[in-house]
């Protein structure tokens, strides 16, 4: 069993800054790709981030330039660091994870944390 756990929400003013989190943990032979989505309530779950096994990084547009995402391979963690919040930054963020159980696993299977809140005040 692959479990993802996020760390790091909370309240912060525009123009601040915050650091999410993600353990991932488990079952793990491989990570093939890691990444962050948001969400609030009412709308579809929105793609923020991504970052590959070998470090390659995308972004969605709305984010680009104020978000970075990295990984500490050894400790199966990602990160989202978050700077020039905006109130339209407010929402659930989720980690997702394509990770391969087992050295016998066909393909990577999709995995999702419960979020972690973030807030930016205006």
């Known amino acids: 069993q692959v479990q993802l756990v996020e760390s790091g929400g909370g309240l912060v003013q525009a123009g601040g800054s915050l650091r999410l989190s993600c353990l991932a943990s488990?079952?793990?032979?491989?990570?093939?790709?890691m990444g962050w989505y948001r969400q609030t309530p009412g709308m579809q779950r929105e793609w923020v981030a991504a970052?590959?096994?070998?470090?390659?990084?995308v972004y969605s547009d709305s984010v680009k330039g104020r978000f970075t995402i990295f990984r500490a391979n050894a400790k199966n963690t990602v990160y989202l660091q978050m700077s020039n919040l905006k109130p339209e930054d407010t929402a659930n963020y989720y980690c997702?994870?394509?990770?391969?159980?087992?050295?016998?696993?066909?393909?990577?299977?999709?995995?999702w944390g419960k979020g972690t809140l973030v807030t930016v005040s205006s």
């Open positions: 997702h994870a394509e990770i391969r159980p087992s050295d016998t696993s066909p393909d990577a299977l999709e995995y």
């Open positions: 488990g079952s793990i032979f491989s990570i093939d790709a």
């Open positions: 970052i590959t096994s070998r470090d390659g990084t």
